[in-house]
């Protein structure tokens, strides 16, 4: 049996469901150009990191977490993906995004789930988007999040977001193209 971004996935209250994952694959697909460059907020057990690799080996995936992480690149490497592709970086996302050099053709926001952290990470990542790229969010819910989850995504999501950009809705990831 193959190990994959879909070994991972499970149901809630996992890092991501199996449909989370062909939806992530699918904005990965039909949303990037040649040789894309990707950040991942919120590193994990790289769940992201993988069905984005998987779909899209050519990428470069900068991926952004205050832990390190270590079974990010373990869980690459039992995949058998290009872990030259994966470049980590250790810190808060809205810091590192404070200084970041370069545009994305797409933006992972699953890292601070606080409803002031994702603020924060919209603010501060939104301007790197490449015309045409997207920003899309995990663990984000239309109402009160449940107890299991108490991520605040959803609300800041609607705040800031405009939902005419909004191209997938799809269990809890909502994504929208600049």
């Known amino acids: 049996m193959t190990f994959t971004s879909y070994s991972l996935a499970g149901e809630d209250p996992n890092p991501m469901t199996v449909e989370e994952v ?18 991942n907020i919120g590193a994990g ?4 990191t ?23 690149m373990e869980n690459a ?4 993906l290009n872990t030259t592709r994966i470049i ?20 992972w926001v699953d890292g601070d789930h606080r409803y002031e952290g994702v ?4 603010r501060v990542w939104a301007g790197y988007i490449e015309p045409g790229g ?4 995990h663990d984000c819910f239309d109402g009160e999040p449940p107890k299991h989850n108490p991520s605040g995504a959803g609300q800041a999501v609607r705040e800031l977001m405009h ?10 990831i909502r994504a929208f193209k600049r």
């Open 22 to 39: 062909h939806c992530l694959k699918r904005l990965i697909k039909e949303n990037m150009g040649k040789s894309p460059v990707i950040i």
């Open 45 to 48: 057990i790289g769940v992201s």
């Open 50 to 72: 993988l069905a984005m690799l998987e779909e899209r080996p050519e990428a470069l995936i900068f991926s952004i977490d205050v832990d390190p992480c270590e079974g990010e």
């Open 77 to 80: 490497q039992k995949a058998g």
């Open 88 to 107: 980590r970086i250790l810190g808060r996302s809205q810091d590192v995004g404070r200084h970041w050099p370069c545009r994305a053709d797409f933006i």
């Open 119 to 122: 603020l924060e990470d919209i």
């Open 134 to 137: 997207v920003m899309a969010f």
């Open 163 to 172: 939902k005419d950009d909004l191209i997938m809705k799809c269990e809890r």
